[in-house]
């Protein structure tokens, strides 16, 4: 069944081309890696996936909504890692939790006993009462993590999710993510550069470049068409060698990552 689908997706910023008719579809439970260099149009596609930028053209549908119509319906399916922190430094690691199920309006008998269900899940149930300025880069992942299930989303978008982690930590973080899919049914929609991330864990994988589909199917679908032997392989011979500007979205920069602005 499928719960993203996404039909001639198009977005422009003034005379520049960030997406460019880009069509797809992702199956509900499945793990969806969507991939591309930088200045792909990667962060540009989530953004209007997750409501946060209006499309130029083409339909989007998300847990069967249209988002010209159920806006508010589809930001209740969807959790989302960002790849910037976006938690309250200031408060500690259970105000943050109530905090985001104050923002969807949960009921408050569910609060305190989904805080507990998640925060002991990324074993961060001890750290409750504790600043999260004191946290480690990686404890703030996990808390990210236990965040964004509080709602008990049907799909959870993860925009580099493990960048700048360590190699222990990324583990952890795609165990926890894994036990909730299977555990929850939960659709999980990534990006990312670590490339043996996607080879690993993901069910389809979407290659796109210049905001254009390249190619999608399973690891070793991509594989067998592209002749190659890993995934880096084909990456390489479908978008080449040469290194890609770091900012992605230049003409977005004014954007800011938490800011809903959908209208």
Known sequence: MTIIEVKHLVKKFKHFTAVDDLSFKVDKGEIFAFLGPNGAGKTTTVKMLTTILKPTSGDIKINHYNIKSDVIKI??????????????????????????????????????????????????????????????????????????????????????????????????IWKYLKEIKEKHKVTIFFTTHYLEEAEKYADKIVIIDHGKLIIEGTLSSIKNRTKTKTLEEAFLKLTGHHIRDENEDAEMSHIKRRSFIYK
């Open 75 to 172: 930001r209740r399916s969807f959790g989302i890692i960002f790849q910037d922190p976006t938690l309250e430094d200031e408060l500690t690691a259970m105000e943050n939790m109530k905090l985001h199920a104050y923002m969807y309006n949960m009921k408050k008998d569910d609060i305190y006993k989904l805080s507990k269900q998640f925060l002991e899940f990324v074993d961060l149930w001890d750290k409750k009462d504790v600043f999260v300025r004191d946290f480690s880069v990686g404890m703030k992942r996990r808390l990210e993590v236990a965040r964004s299930f509080m709602h008990e989303p049907k799909i959870l978008f993860l925009d580099e999710p493990t960048a700048g982690l360590d190699v222990q930590t990324r583990n952890y």
